[in-house]
């Protein structure tokens, strides 16, 4: 871990000098009543009359003063410590089909609302220091949540899904892979260890085509596990259509996505497969820049210095600095 330090208000700094002033005027003074006490006491009548003087002690409570003074006076500059912190880049992307064909109810209640249950599961059981990022995909893709380890903001996007027209898979990895990228770089710029879990009913209709997701995948190196919802007979009705519409689930497109990018591909989805995704994972450490004011620890500083120069300025002088 590095820090570097800087100040908001650096112009106050110059109030430094004028505690450098001080500091020289006290130098000063105290050469001249040196001088003089040499010049004009008797030493062997002062020996006898105070054998005991604080001698160098008593300069003590005025340096303590002056550093204590120039403590308050960088706690006024307002000091900024930046931190590189280790972060956590290991990353997965939720993408969530929000095609129409997704509010066919042969998954109860819906294939959408068992994706979104079943995406919230699998929220619960990542590991905190994950990364998480959301993308829903229709006829166009959309990134709704970087990634991030704020759950909270991830399962408000999963609430927030809506239906509409169009399926574009291929799309929805590509975006998945840009999302991926947003995640701070390790020291040796290595990409950050990630996996794309994609939950649709698997017949892509417009977009890019799934074996150009694919080979994008494959290419970064990013496992795409793909999870899929309906059956054979599921249907949906469309206003202005006398009859439902068939959409059947595409098991194999979905299948196949998992097999070539090294994925898994799942059916009966239960909480002990979800494990099986981000246990594989691994993990990686990457840095950012966190600015802290530390402000308060100058004032504690200088407030402590303080109070030390008064104390020993009573038990060596009886008088406060």
Not at 58 to 79: I, M, R, S, T
Not at 105 to 125: G, H, Y
Request: contains cysteine; hydrophobic residues 45%.
């Amino acid at each position: 871990m590095t820090y570097a330090l800087h100040f908001n208000a650096p112009e106050r700094l110059l109030l430094l000098a004028v505690l450098a002033a001080f500091a020289a005027v006290y130098v000063v003074l105290h050469v001249r009543r040196k001088q003089y006490a040499v010049r004009f006491t008797n030493l062997n009548l002062l020996d006898t009359v105070a054998p005991k003087r604080p001698g160098w002690r008593k300069h003590l409570p005025a340096a303590a003063f002056l550093f204590g003074a120039a403590c308050l006076v960088l706690a006024l500059a307002h000091p900024i410590r930046t931190e590189r912190v280790p972060r956590e880049r290991a990353t997965i992307i939720l993408a969530i089909d929000v095609s129409l064909s997704m509010k066919a109810n042969d998954v109860a209640p819906t294939r959408l609302e068992a994706a979104q249950k079943a995406a919230k599961a699998f929220l619960s059981e990542i590991p905190p220091t994950v990364n998480v990022g959301l993308v829903s995909f229709s006829g166009t893709v959309s990134q709704l949540v970087a990634p991030t380890t704020d759950r909270g903001a991830v399962s408000a996007g999963i609430d927030g899904l809506q239906l509409q027209e169009g399926t574009a898979i291929g799309s929805a990895i590509l975006t998945s892979l840009d999302a991926l990228k947003q995640v701070a770089k390790a020291t040796d710029s290595a990409a950050a260890p990630g996996r794309i879990v994609l939950m649709s009913d698997g017949k892509t209709t417009v977009g890019a085509p799934n074996e150009t997701g694919v080979a994008a995948a494959k290419k970064a190196k990013i496992p795409v596990t793909t999870i899929a919802f309906g059956t054979d007979n599921g249907s949906i009705t469309v206003e202005g259509e006398p009859l439902p519409i068939p959409v059947p689930v595409n098991r194999e497109a979905l299948k196949s996505i998992a097999d070539e990018t090294g994925g898994k591909f799942f059916q009966a989805f239960t909480e002990s497969q979800l494990a099986e995704v981000y246990k594989t994972i691994g993990s990686s450490v990457g840095y950012k820049s966190v600015p802290r004011d530390i402000s308060a620890w100058f004032v504690g500083l200088g407030t402590v210095v303080l109070l030390i120069a008064a104390a020993g300025s009573l038990l060596w002088s009886s008088r406060l600095p």
